[in-house]
């Protein structure tokens, strides 16, 4: 028997639906038999029906209600190629997700720019766009960023956009839609969603982006499948997140992975918070530029500069380089004490972009836990994948309600 499905909500959820009290435990059973339907088609597709019934353990009847809908709603569609199992019997045609008519917006607020950027359901970045900060005033920032968005989406004709993600380090509140504090940009108390709500229409998801990349890495990543994953973020803000199974830790307000202030061994930067030697003064790619130009590495704040200035042969820049590499394994060391996660995802320019940097943070992980030490899986688009990543979570988790919502 196919089974019922819920019907559309008549709004977007305001939050990713894992956090949220459900008002149904059958709400909550076909959410979630949706959900893993369409994670395994993510992970496995082209497949057939019956394969995703043998390996979701659900019954083959509820599997091909569920992609009925799904395929009503464009989020997959029947593979070209039929497949014959032994070359008898009716032909299996295998699902997969129809790439060609949804997307998302994605949203990253950096400090020095934001990267705004269009990805499909299986997070491949098809357009994207830094717009340099003029200022850091809030409103206009969000502005900017939302007219940006906006342009980018309708550079793309032909895709309908299911909603939007905003990421940025700092503690965010995903369930206000509010970045709490970022002190490096000097934000306290940012509403987030309405301006891109107001300018698009859309749904808009915000989340801190160290917990946007864990989802983003156990969707579309190399940590998929991973029993417990942290994220280190590595970049002018530091901070971390952890998932086990699907589930990202957020705690209390969501305050969870902020780690700027932890020490650090050998640590001697001076902190705003007063102390010497935190994570985030240490390991910023703020301080990391900075040593850069007093070494005469470089005459700018791009710590992309610093990488290329390395890749060219200057001996300062790949020093500067793999010593903070080395750091940041310290960092990791720190967790992995704490936390034992299965695998340990860092998002960190060195070790995306350099051997011996990657070297020097295993080396310092130490011996036995190295291995389970990875760059991110997005070397390329780290922040375009972070901004989608909160969108498309929101859908993989309960794809009926976030495509129902958007096709109404
Ligand atoms: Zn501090």
């Known amino acids: 028997m196919a089974p019922t499905v819920a019907p559309p909500s008549t709004s977007p959820p305001s939050h990713p639906p894992s956090r949220s009290p459900s008002p149904s435990p059958v709400l909550d059973r076909r959410r979630s038999s949706a959900s893993v339907i369409l994670r395994s088609v993510l992970e496995h597709g082209p497949v057939a029906r019956s394969t995703i019934a043998r390996l979701t353990g659900l019954s083959p009847a509820s599997v091909t209600g569920y992609c009925a809908r799904f395929a009503e709603q464009g989020l997959i569609r029947e593979a070209a190629v039929p497949r014959r199992s032994g070359g008898v019997g009716r032909p299996h ?47 206009l920032v969000l502005a900017r960023a939302a007219d940006g968005l906006a342009a980018l989406l309708t550079g793309v004709p032909g895709r309908t956009p299911l909603g939007i993600g905003v990421a940025t380090g700092g503690w965010v509140d995903p369930d206000s839609g509010t970045i709490v504090e970022h002190p490096l940009l000097g934000w306290r108390d940012v509403a987030v969603r309405d301006p891109f709500e107001a300018r698009t229409g859309l749904p808009v998801h915000v989340d801190g982006h160290a917990r946007a990349l ?29 998932a086990t199974h699907d589930q990202v830790h957020y705690g209390p307000r969501s305050q969870a992975g902020a780690i700027a202030h932890l020490p650090l061994t050998g640590g001697s930067e001076r902190c705003d918070c007063g102390r010497t030697g935190c994570i985030q003064a240490e390991l910023s790619e703020r301080t990391l530029c900075r040593r850069a130009r007093e070494r005469g590495v470089i005459d700018s704040s791009n710590p992309m500069h610093v990488v290329s200035a390395a890749a060219s042969g200057d001996p300062s820049a790949v020093r500067l380089l793999v010593e903070r590499s080395r750091a940041a394994g310290l960092a990791a060391a720190l967790l992995l004490d704490v936390l034992n996660p299965e695998t340990v995802v860092v998002t960190e320019i060195g070790a995306m972009h350099r051997e011996d940097c990657l070297g020097a943070l295993r080396e310092a992980v130490g011996p036995g836990r190295a291995e389970s030490v990875v760059p991110t899986s997005f070397p390329e688009s780290v922040l375009a994948v972070a901004g989608g990543s909160v969108a498309l979570d929101v859908l993989y988790r309960d794809p009926l309600g976030f495509a129902g919502s958007a096709a109404a």
């Open 93 to 139: 045609l295998p699902v997969d997700l129809d790439r060609s008519r949804f997307v998302v917006g994605g949203v990253h607020i950096a400090v020095p720019y934001t990267t705004v950027a269009v990805l499909d359901l299986r997070g491949r970045v098809i357009a994207e766009k830094r717009l340099w900060h003029q200022g850091t005033e809030p409103h």
């Open 214 to 242: 864990v989802n983003g890495e156990r969707l579309f990543g190399r940590a998929r499948g991973s029993r417990s994953l942290l994220h280190l973020f590595v970049g002018n803000v530091v901070d971390a997140a952890f």
